[in-house]
């Protein structure tokens, strides 16, 4: 969850996706919806049904309003894939891929729920305000700003290149092949950690036994 100036006074519920269980236990609440990601816009749609809804994203939301295939898929997935072989950080998904423009957020946006605003400056005890004046009242902030890649316990072995990120070749840490990150750039998704994993597997197994074969899978 990020830290924002006045969470500690602030007297609503905060919650992350991890805790959402369903728009109902949001009916006739005033909700903000912090996040720029499709969880952010797929969980705003729905509690705005029965609450009073607020968008707020850091950057301007960038909409995709051709489709998104397989070929664009993996356009994207090279583009995190380079910035991790150079060590750059691989940021966001959504920064690569835009929001996909679907037929309900055409219907959202005429409705005016995807009318997104700035984050706010700080937490009000009765809502988010901003230093500009405004202010918004609510009774939850709901935090869908993805996450974030937990490396901290690997910070003594030093593996954060100039670039700010860890640069891989694979999964393997560049220059130190005992070290696999899955779920890291280009695999930071079910589908593509489900493969990272394996391709760790055989890379691992070759390295402390070179002698054996990993079974071929069915």
Known sequence: ??????????????????????????????????????????????????????????????WREEPFGPEEGRAAVALVADA????????????????????????????????????????????????????VRADAVLWATGFRAALGHLAPLGLRGPGGGIRLEGTAVAGEPRVHLVGYGPSASTVGANRAGREAAVALRRLLRPEATLPRSA
Do not use: K, N
């Open 1 to 62: 969850m990020p830290r924002y100036p006045g969470q500690e006074v602030f007297r609503g519920r905060q919650l992350t996706p991890v805790e959402y269980r369903g728009a109902a236990e949001f009916a006739g609440q005033s909700v903000v919806v912090v996040g720029g990601g499709a969880s952010a816009v797929q969980l705003l749609g729905e509690i705005a049904e029965v609450a009073d809804t607020t968008w707020v994203t850091r950057r301007p939301p960038v």
């Open 84 to 135: 991790v072989r150079e060590g750059r950080s691989p940021g966001s998904v959504v920064g690569v891929t835009g929001l996909v423009v679907t037929p309900w957020v055409r219907e959202a946006r005429a409705r005016g729920v995807l009318d997104r605003l700035p984050v706010f400056d700080r937490l009000t005890p009765d809502g988010v305000a901003w230093d500009d004046g405004r202010s």
